[in-house]
């Protein structure tokens, strides 16, 4: 079955850019999406269509696209964004979805 | 404002069934496709299911395949999510959540607790 992978974890310090990557073989032909969950929350939709941003979603969250991977990129990181944050995608039919198995983000 | 509210879940042992509700409020249901996601504990989330517009249009992830149901009644504006010869690994949060298109699944529940115990 189709796989997105992301790294387990990112550690940055307050005001650094955060970087957190997907990868798939699907990537190239399927938009991704990024979530980002806090502890007992439902996830929230943070970009969308690779590197769209929904209306209330601080400027600072982006997305970007290259090949077989997608990045999450967090400008100026504060603290309240801490969180995990998971990409979804498509497999190369367009049919099933999946999840990355998330990316722990800590703000030293 | 758009909202989802899940219910039915609840603790139940192996080989049992438990049906899952979704209500949708704040927005024209039928507009939208329909998502199940689950949430192991501790664990990362899981696609489970979804459903297009009219109900004809219906995919399952491979773990659930043949146990699981997915449903919906634009009249009530609810999804459901029938799931049978539930396993202790069926043992999650289970989330719906609406996406149109592909603008994301952009409007989630707050989740219902699934347990499978014995």
């Known amino acids: 079955s189709y796989e997105l992978t992301q790294p387990p974890s990112v550690s940055v310090s307050p005001g650094q850019t955060a970087r957190i990557t997907c990868s798939g073989d699907a990537l190239p032909k399927e938009y991704a999406y990024w979530y980002q969950q806090k502890p007992g929350q439902a996830p929230v939709l943070v970009i969308y269509?690779?590197?769209e941003r929904p209306s209330g979603i601080p400027e600072r969250f982006s997305g970007s696209s290259s090949g077989t991977t997608v990045t999450l990129t967090i400008s100026g990181v504060q603290a309240e964004d801490e969180a995990d944050y998971y990409c979804?995608?498509?497999?190369?039919?367009?049919?099933?979805?999946?999840f990355g198995g998330g990316t722990k983000l800590t703000v030293l | 404002q758009a909202q989802l509210v899940e219910s039915g879940g609840g603790l139940v042992k192996p080989g049992g069934s438990l049906r899952l509700s979704c209500a949708a409020s704040g927005f024209t249901f039928r507009d939208y496709y329909m998502t199940w996601i689950r949430q192991a504990p501790g664990k990362g989330l899981e696609w489970v299911s979804n459903?297009?517009?009219?109900?004809?249009?219906?995919y399952y992830g491979d773990s659930v395949m043949g146990r699981f149901t997915i449903s919906r009644d634009n009249a009530k504006n609810s999804v459901y999510l029938q799931m049978t010869s539930l396993r202790a690994e069926d043992t999650a949060v289970y989330y719906c959540a609406r996406s149109m298109g592909r603008d994301g699944l952009d409007v989630w529940g707050q989740g219902t607790t699934v347990t499978v115990s014995s």
């Open positions: 459903i297009g517009l009219d109900g004809t249009s219906i």
């Open positions: 979804q995608s498509a497999d190369i039919t367009g049919t099933y979805e999946v």
């Open positions: 269509k690779d590197s």
